[in-house]
T-cell receptor, first 109, second 115 residues
């Protein structure tokens, strides 16, 4: 079966750095997405990785290792507004998005 | 910036009633999707639509569900006879696989409450 695993919840301090991990087992791979979702709102796009390595975009970076079926999202200089759920999703060989359950990130002052 | 729009933002209905949720995808996008998210749970794929027909559907998308693209802009999800467990946020999304990222653009969602 297809499976995406990420921690259920993480807590971090304002101004710090946090890394959210995601491991996946899917039938084929055509890219991995990270989305941010605030409670009651739609997911919003953060990053897309299809090749191995690190993609940096401002305070957020995303890393992919296809051989390990592993990705992480790195958030730097955390702000209170970063409190949200972070969803890892993988596009399989049929270009269907397989979603993880999301990691709820709690930022404390 | 182009966006996906959904209506209504919130609908309350009685069990057994029919509901139609509407979406206007981004105009030059080719693939359209419906997802749902039950409160506190993960995003679940319902159906994908391409070239005026369903391309994939999940086990959730049973005979109670249907999708239509009645004109060149709207994309609708119909639930024929709602059940209590249909209460969820329903998200429409679209994307243009011609783009490098294949990014999925979501609408703001339609919250369905079945009483």
């Amino acid at each position: 079966g297809q499976n995406i695993d990420q921690p259920t919840e993480m807590t971090a301090t304002e101004g710090a750095i946090v890394q959210i991990n995601c491991t996946y087992q899917t039938s084929g791979f055509n890219g991995l997405f990270w989305y941010q979702q605030h409670a009651g709102e739609a997911p919003t796009f953060l990053s897309y990785n299809v090749l191995d390595g690190l993609e940096e975009k401002g305070r957020f970076s995303s890393f992919l290792s296809r051989s390990k079926g592993y990705s992480y999202l790195l958030l730097k200089e955390l702000q209170m507004k970063d409190s949200a759920s972070y969803l890892c999703a993988v596009t399989d060989s049929n270009y269907q998005l397989i979603w993880g359950a999301g990691t709820k990130l709690i930022i404390k002052p | 910036e182009p966006e996906v729009t959904q209506t209504p933002s919130h609908q309350v209905t009685q069990m057994g009633q029919e509901v139609i949720l509407r979406c206007v995808p981004i105009s030059n996008h080719l693939y359209f999707y419906w997802y749902r998210q039950i409160l506190g749970q993960k995003v679940e794929f319902l159906v994908s639509f391409y070239n005026n027909e369903i391309s994939e559907k999940s086990e959730i998308f049973d005979d109670q569900f249907s999708v239509e693209r009645p004109d060149g802009s709207n994309f609708t999800l119909k639930i024929r006879s709602t059940k209590l467990e249909d209460s969820a946020m329903y998200f429409c999304a679209s994307r243009d696989l011609g783009r490098d990222t294949g990014e999925l653009f979501f609408g703001e969602g339609s919250r369905l409450t079945v009483l």
